[in-house]
Every structure is written in structure tokens, then in C-alpha cells.
């Protein structure tokens, strides 16, 4: 009896330890591919946290609004920001979203709004962290997170420290596509 409880057991730890493993099937109307110079990033989006923040981001992907669009602000340790038109980290697609904050934290791979100090000021620029950092917690929109390819993003170029991570010559999106819409 005992060696079969052991069986058993063995047998029980072998399937929780092959589930632990096993990959969760990303929804690809929920998915974005963000390629870059490096390499295809997989980005999960939250609609659960933030559904228009989802909805304007899937919305604009699909006008390839972000399609050639600079990382303007990158800040080593902290974050990369892209998404306006302009370059120049004043430009958006022109309409403004409602802040949908949550508790969801700020870590590595985390991809947010970047907004003006108005809470509801959102518009198409974004940011993903390098690093976690808890003090945009419930002040900033988190919409998504890298789930393949953070290597990608942890080479996008880098800008100056004294210039507020303003970056010469930046690295840029190469395409960002809805995984449904993917060819």
C-alpha cells in the first residue's frame, strides 16, 4: 500500500511540475507583434485591466499608425517610450483616453500609457519598463506585457541621461500588428 501511495504521489508531482511548464495559448485578437531591428517581440494585452486602452491601441496597430514610428524617449533601467508620430514626444493621434488605472504592478516587460500630468491625457504614446518600477503604480494605464522577445527591447537604443532620455538616431517599430491580422 505504501509503494502505491508513492506511485501515486510521484506521479501526482510529475503532472503539477509538466502543467507548470506547459505554455498558456495566447488569444491572437489579444496579441500584438511588435518587430523591431533585433527581433519580433509578443505582447499579451490586458482588456481585463484597461479595455479602451486596449481597443484604441488594437485600433491604431491596424491603421499602422505605429508602423515606423521612433522610440523617442529611453531611459536605461527604466523604460522605452514610442508611439508619437512627431518624434518629439508631444505628438499622439489626437484623441484622448480616459485613465483606466489598476493595481496591476510596473515590472520587467510591462507596457503602459505614457500621458501629460492629467490623468485622462493618454493618447497613442506608450512605454514598456526594463526594470520594475512600483512608483507608476495606479498613476499610469497598463494595457499589456512582453511575453517573448524582451531581449529585443532590452537593445533598443538608448538615449542621454542628461537630456531625459532623449535619444539621437533612434531605434524605431518596424511594424506592430495584431497576431489575428499577421501575414
Not at 9 to 26: D, H, N, R, Y
Not at 100 to 109: A, L, W, Y
Amino acid at each position: 500500500m505504501l509503494r502505491w501511495t508513492r506511485i501515486l504521489m510521484a506521479a501526482l508531482f510529475a503532472t503539477f511540475i509538466f502543467a507548470q511548464g506547459e505554455a498558456k495559448a495566447l488569444d491572437p485578437e489579444n496579441t500584438l507583434y511588435l518587430d523591431l531591428k533585433d527581433g519580433r517581440v509578443v505582447i499579451e494585452l490586458r482588456p481585463d485591466l484597461a479595455p479602451n486602452h486596449v481597443a484604441r491601441i488594437k485600433e491604431l496597430t491596424r491603421q499602422g499608425f505605429y508602423n515606423g514610428v521612433v522610440f523617442h524617449r529611453v531611459i536605461d533601467g527604466f523604460m522605452a517610450q514610442t508611439g508619437d508620430p512627431t518624434g518629439t514626444g508631444t505628438g499622439g493621434s489626437g484623441k484622448k483616453l480616459k485613465a483606466e488605472f489598476s493595481s496591476e504592478p510596473h515590472v520587467r516587460g510591462t507596457l503602459s500609457m505614457a500621458r501629460t500630468p492629467d490623468p485622462d491625457s493618454a493618447d497613442s504614446q506608450f512605454f514598456i519598463c526594463f526594470a520594475p518600477s512600483s512608483f507608476l503604480d495606479k498613476q499610469y494605464t497598463v494595457w499589456g506585457k512582453v511575453v517573448e522577445g524582451m531581449e529585443f527591447v532590452d537593445k533598443i537604443k538608448k538615449g542621454s541621461q542628461s537630456r531625459n532620455g532623449q535619444v539621437s538616431d533612434p531605434d524605431k517599430i518596424v511594424k506592430m500588428q495584431v497576431a489575428a491580422d499577421a501575414k
